[in-house]
């Protein structure tokens, strides 16, 4: 069965340091999402991607967040300056059919700790 | 008003009883419903879509009410591997077609 992946799966990273949490969507799907978990807290909406660029992003997703598709199959989510409220579980998550449908297949989430 | 919100819990029920748990939504324009699974340091699982008319998947049953901005899910006969927390997803609004936004979950504990 087809999956989303995420790579790292756990990064620990100094406070300041830039990261990039790579999600490689499902094939034939059109939404890609990235979305956060504190631990212990709801799941956060970043931001979601169609055709090459963001759709939609949340209040969250300021200047210190970037997202690409570089090469049409990865999905990178890059924090620039890392805070230590950062640290969080990192979900990145597609939709078959887009246009907010909600049916959302996640990756199994990178887990980031900033020191 | 939050978007989504959802009583968080925690339910503790024992093996075989039926639990119901409910999810209102600020946005009246809001077009897609779901309940999704998310079990402990995972990723959430889409669990069954949500219809206005409802909808039964096995133990499972969703509601929608439109006019109450209001859903629900209902379990039957619960197992053990029910234990989960139960989050509601909203998503679909037409000027934010792609926002798609998780409630903050409902705690099931299954006991023995």
């Known amino acids: 069965e087809p999956e989303v992946t995420q790579t790292p799966s756990h990064q620990v990273t100094q406070m300041g340091q830039e990261v990039i949490l790579r999600c490689v969507p499902i094939?034939?799907?059109?939404?890609f999402y990235w979305y956060r978990q504190i631990l212990g807290q709801k799941v956060e909406f970043l931001v979601s991607?169609?055709?090459?660029?963001?759709?939609?992003k949340s209040e969250i997703f300021d200047d210190q967040f970037s997202v690409e598709r570089p090469d049409g199959s990865n999905f990178t989510l890059k924090i620039r300056s890392t805070k230590l409220e950062d640290s969080a579980m990192y979900f990145c998550a597609s939709d078959p059919r887009g246009q907010g449908t909600g049916e959302l297949f996640f990756g199994e989430g990178s887990r980031l700790t900033v020191l | 008003r939050k978007e989504v919100e959802q009583d968080p819990g925690p339910f503790n029920v024992p093996e075989g009883a039926t639990v119901a748990f409910n999810c209102t939504y600020s946005n009246s324009a809001s077009q897609s419903f779901f309940w999704y699974r998310q079990d402990c340091r995972k990723e959430p699982k889409l669990l069954m879509s949500?219809?206005?008319s409802g909808n039964e998947d096995g133990r499972f049953t969703a509601q929608l009410n439109r006019a109450s901005q209001y859903i629900s899910l209902l379990i039957r006969d619960s197992k053990l591997s029910d234990s989960a927390t139960y989050l509601c997803?909203?998503?679909?609004?037409?000027?934010?077609?792609?926002?798609?936004?998780f409630g903050s979950g409902t705690r099931l504990s299954i006991r023995p």
């Open positions: 997803v909203v998503g679909g609004l037409y000027s934010s077609a792609s926002k798609i936004i």
């Open positions: 991607f169609y055709n090459n660029e963001i759709s939609e």
């Open positions: 949500v219809y206005s």
């Open positions: 094939s034939n799907h059109l939404y």
